[in-house]
């Protein structure tokens, strides 16, 4: 059974970067896209991006000046990078994996990790 | 870019009853691309439905979707306490590749 674990720092100061790791257990990180998603206190999900065990990436276009994101198929995880952080993306980081082969869904999700961006 | 809009906000019901939710879409969606997904407090969401109609995995046949172009549904025949709960859509796009949620509906007692 895929799990996801995500993992960084919880709290970081306006205009720092955000690096968040998704580590992949339970099955290959191959053949798949992985996602993150972010939520916001009492929000709906918002999607930031995907990558594709390949290193390909599509990005969230109003986020897409901020954000990297990257892959270690040799670890089975993946990464993301978010710039110039403020309160505004103060929220629970999801990692997610993306089925996509006739259809696009995101069947397993990683518990989520808080992050604050707080002077 | 495409706008998902959820309704009702919030649905007030007792368990036993029929939930009908509604995910209305800004342009003509793929149903292939249509998701629904359940969040409990505290938890990640979890996928209920896939390409508009196909439960995933585990999922109860109380659970049913339906629709096509820009309106879908999601249907609960019979309320089960463990599915008070916030739902949202979301949708696929490839052109370019990106994804969209809806704001969600609420289920809560009545």
């Known amino acids: 059974q895929v799990q996801l674990q995500e993992s960084g720092p919880g709290l970081l100061k306006p205009s720092e970067t955000l690096s968040l790791t998704c580590t992949v257990s339970?099955?290959?990180?191959?053949?798949?896209?992985w996602s993150w998603v972010r939520q916001p206190a009492g929000k709906g999900p918002e999607w930031i991006g995907r990558i594709y065990s390949s290193g390909s990436t599509n990005y969230n276009t109003s986020l897409k000046s901020q954000i990297t994101m990257s892959v270690d198929t040799s670890k089975n995880q993946f990464s993301l990078r978010l710039t110039s952080v403020t309160a505004a993306d103060t929220a629970v980081y999801y990692c997610?994996?993306?089925?996509?082969?006739?259809?696009?869904?995101?069947?397993?999700w990683g518990k989520g990790i808080t992050v604050t961006v707080s002077s | 870019e495409i706008v998902l809009t959820q309704s009702p906000g919030t649905l007030s019901l007792s368990p036993g009853e029929r939930a009908t939710l509604s995910c209305r879409s800004s342009q003509s969606v793929s149903s292939s691309y249509l998701a629904w997904y359940q969040q409990k407090p505290g938890q990640a969401p979890r996928l209920l439905i896939y390409?508009?109609?196909s439960r995933a995995t585990g999922i109860p046949d109380r659970f049913s979707g339906s629709g096509s172009g820009t309106d879908f549904t999601l249907t609960i025949s019979r309320l089960e306490p463990e599915d008070f709960a916030v739902y949202y859509c979301?949708?696929?796009?490839?052109?370019?590749?990106?994804?969209?949620f809806g704001g969600g509906t609420k289920v809560e007692i009545k």
């Open positions: 997610a994996r993306g089925y996509s082969y006739g259809y696009y869904y995101m069947d397993v």
């Open positions: 390409g508009a109609s």
């Open positions: 979301q949708q696929y796009g490839s052109s370019p590749p990106a994804l969209t």
């Open positions: 339970g099955g290959s990180i191959s053949n798949f896209y």
